[in-house]
């Protein structure tokens, strides 16, 4: 089994900035893609960004203001926020498309999630 460890969340007034990271650990894997989704209270899951080492995608709403970075290395995305807004609000979800020892197929894997708020 593969684990995904988000850490990094926290409180910070608008305007300012926070890093979040994510470690996948446990069995041996490859890694296809890592990203991050982030949830609002009484709202649905959404895309932040997320990449495959070929491209970068990233939600209209955070273009120019996110970063990912990603460390294979150390098995280990990253999420640089920048000017920071109270509606990114949400808790945040890591998120990593692996292939677990020698199967020949990729699945999803998601971390417990870590919250930021944004103050006024």
């Known amino acids: 089994q593969v684990q995904l460890v988000e850490s990094g969340g926290g409180l910070v007034q608008a305007g300012g900035s926070l890093g979040l990271s994510c470690t996948a650990s446990g069995s041996s894997f490859s890694i296809n893609a890592m990203g991050w989704y982030r949830q609002a209270p009484g709202k649905q899951r959404e895309l932040v960004g997320i990449?495959?080492?070929?491209?970068?995608n990233y939600a209209d709403s955070v273009k120019g203001r996110f970063t990912i970075s990603r460390d294979d290395a150390k098995n280990t995305v990253y999420l640089q926020m920048n000017s920071l807004k109270p509606e990114d609000t949400a808790v945040y979800y890591c998120?990593?498309?692996?292939?677990?020892?020698?199967?020949?197929?990729?699945?999803?894997?998601w971390g417990q999630g870590t919250q930021v708020t944004v103050s006024s």
């Open positions: 990449t495959s080492g070929f491209s970068t």
């Open positions: 998120n990593a498309l692996l292939r677990v020892g020698k199967t020949s197929y990729s699945n999803n894997y």
